[in-house]
């Protein structure tokens, strides 16, 4: 029982980490948008 | 190539900032008045209409309209024509009296810079002379001390903590395996801190920026978050913080999973830091979109250019505050052991950054400086001039940290004496290099402020005679023929009279073909042609509202004698309001 909590524990902190990374990465491509939409207003 | 090799060619590339041809920045400016300038009305006007080339925003602009005395007559707020956006107009007094009026404008361009002018009319029948009105100085503009001193934090701190995220992230990242976490955690946290400060500045540039564009205060924030996207330049910094913010989440995000201690990085790390790269080339995007570059002619080419520069500029100044925090934060006994895996590392990183500057810089001035003598004879070329100097002197200093410093830490294992004297002139180079940098970047902030020349002031080479302000009349010779030019009365927004009195060996030329070409010379504004009547033997004249704004213009008489060959004779001619 105590292996299966460590187990499910470990898997819900990497599960986290890479929907936090997710967002992170999400958040960079947002920026790079709204940048690429600002340069072709001027272009 | 050796690095005494790369340093020289450097140094030797960044003298080099020089001629070639380009355009330059837009400014709005007025094509059209209703009363129309130095005219003479029957009746009053209702309102007095002004219209520019482009659609400048309403909120922004100010139109007085006062009598000889001082009096303002408008009675309400600048409003756009319904009828042409490109059309501002305000209501005026009913009944004005007979007299003269003065009307004042100033406006915001797109790029942000406010222009102004002014122009006089009359109400008659007999409005009498004109008299001498003061023109109101400038209420406040781009190199005000307030935006320009919010501008300077602004690029500091972004500059700062995108420097450090690289730093901290690609350079200095090895240190939590080699010499343990001090210097990492120090790191960290100087970047949350640049960061935070990054958004702050942004911000508060924002708010400094639209207060001087719409003449409220600073502190009238309410007022002030509307007018935030109204203006090209607004909406351009109001996603730049946007994209900073999106910057600060990634990178913070990417502190809080990085494992420096293991070798590899895992998926999420990965996902992490690629996001936070991602959004500082983004945020480094946005101020040329915003500025001179996004106005200059290649724009796909000075937008790089001015990307490249940001993105060298923040690696060379954000790694040197870096490596002073680690000097700062790392306890005396592992300073020189942390350094000996930093420094090394980051030189090499720090001259790909230079190189880079050098040649981006130079790609901005040849494409800003329309000759190579608008880097003394204009605001901006000095200012350029300045940050070049400046430049240089941080790269004698950082020559010292890459032949001196650099190699003695690298070789920290072979002598510890030699690499703690180095650590301490490490400590004073750095902070010297990080100062001048510093001082480069304020230059730069004043260089954003001021209007780079147009490529009409190439013309003030080819002139033959500087004349004015005031009534001209002046003689020059040209292949054998004597041109004597008349300017009257030589004033901005005025009917200005334009002769040309053309003799050979002492005789009058008749029946010439000639054509007046007007150009300003300091702001780009469209070439202005009219052709020149014979009104008596050899004198060539016509009367025309030419010389729309103050300054020096070129006034190239194109002259063509029949039987001869044609011919252009330059005059530069300062004109007055």
């Known amino acids: 029982m105590t292996e299966d909590r460590q187990t499910t524990a470990a898997s819900t902190r990497v599960a986290l980490r890479l929907l936090m990374a997710a967002a992170a990465l999400a958040a960079g491509i947002a920026a790079v948008v709204i940048a690429i939409q600002l340069v072709r207003t001027v272009l | 190539m050796s690095l005494r090799t790369w340093f020289a060619v450097l140094t030797a590339a960044a003298g080099v900032a020089l001629a070639a041809p380009a355009a330059a920045s837009a400014h709005a400016y007025l094509i059209k008045t209703a009363p129309a300038a130095s005219g003479v009305l029957d009746s009053s006007p209702k309102t007095a209409a002004l219209t520019y080339d482009e659609a400048v925003e309403p909120r922004f602009a100010i139109i007085s309209v006062t009598s000889a005395s001082g009096k303002q007559e408008t009675t309400g707020p600048v409003r756009r024509s319904p009828a042409d956006p490109d059309t501002l107009v305000v209501p005026l007094r009913p009944n004005l009296a007979q007299g003269w009026y003065l009307v004042y404008w100033r406006a915001i361009s797109v790029d942000g810079h406010p222009v102004q002018g002014a122009f006089t009319y009359a109400v008659g029948p007999n409005p009498g002379p004109a008299p001498r009105f003061p023109i109101p100085s400038i209420a406040g503009s781009a190199t005000s001390p307030q935006p320009l001193v919010t501008r300077t934090v602004m690029f500091l701190s972004v500059m700062i903590s995108i420097g450090l995220f690289v730093l901290r992230f690609f350079v200095a990242r090895v240190l939590a395996r080699r010499t343990g976490g001090t210097g990492l955690r120090a790191l960290s946290i100087a970047y949350v801190i640049a960061s935070i400060v990054g958004l702050l500045a942004i911000a508060a540039y924002l708010d400094a ?20 996207r109204v203006t090209a330049f607004g909406r351009g910094y109001v996603d730049m913080l946007l994209c ?14 990085d494992r420096p201690e293991r070798p590899h990085r895992s998926v999420a790390e990965l996902a992490a830091q690629a996001g936070a790269a991602l959004a500082a080339v983004a945020v480094l995007l946005v101020p040329g979109t915003a500025g001179h570059a996004a106005q200059t002619s290649p724009a796909g080419v000075t937008l790089s250019a001015d990307w490249l520069h940001l993105l060298s500029g923040s690696v060379w100044l954000g790694g040197l505050v870096g490596l002073l925090v680690l000097w700062f934060a790392v ?19 720090a001259l ?30 000095v200012a350029i001039l300045v940050k070049v100097g400046i430049l240089l002197a941080a790269l004698a200093v950082a020559s010292g940290n890459l032949l001196r410093t650099a190699p003695a ?3 920290a294992g072979e002598g510890t004496r030699r690499a703690t004297s180095a650590s301490g002139l490490l400590r004073r180079l750095a902070s010297g290099e990080a100062v001048l940098i510093a001082g480069a970047v304020f230059v730069a902030a004043l260089l954003s ?16 005679a500087q004349v004015g302000p005031g009534p001209v009349a002046h003689t020059v010779t040209r292949d054998g023929y004597r041109l004597s030019v008349i300017v009257s009365p030589n004033k901005a927004a005025a009917p200005d009279s334009f002769a040309l009195r053309i003799t050979r060996n002492g005789r009058p030329v008749r029946h010439a073909y000639v054509v007046l070409t007007f150009n300003h010379t300091e702001m780009q504004m469209p070439q202005q042609q009219y052709q020149l009547t014979e009104t008596r033997p050899g004198i060539y004249a016509r009367e025309a509202p030419a010389l729309i704004m103050v300054g020096n213009w070129s006034l190239a008489f194109q002259v063509t004698p029949p039987g001869g060959q044609p011919f252009t004779a330059t005059i530069l001619d300062e004109a007055e309001g």
């Not at chain 2, 230079?354 to 204009?378: C, F, Q, R, Y």
Request: hydrophobic share 55%.
């Open chain 2, 209 to 228: 920026a639209t207060a001087i564009d719409s003449l409220r205060s600073v502190f009238d924030v309410g007022a002030l978050v509307p007018l935030f």
């Open chain 2, 331 to 349: 306890p005396a006994v592992r300073r020189v052991a942390a350094l000996s895996v930093v420094v090394p590392r980051f030189s090499n990183v």
């Open chain 2, 244 to 257: 900073f913010a999106l910057f600060c989440v990634a990178g913070w995000t990417a502190l809080y999973l």
């Open chain 2, 449 to 464: 402020s001021l209007a780079p020349p147009p490529p009409a002031f190439a013309l003030q080479n080819a002139a033959l």
């Open chain 2, 352 to 381: 790909g950054s230079v190189a880079v500057l050098v040649v981006s810089g130079t790609i901005e001035t040849i494409d800003h400086m329309p000759t190579l003598n608008a880097l003394w004879k204009t605001g901006y070329g």
């Open chain 2, 409 to 411: 830490l690298a070789a």
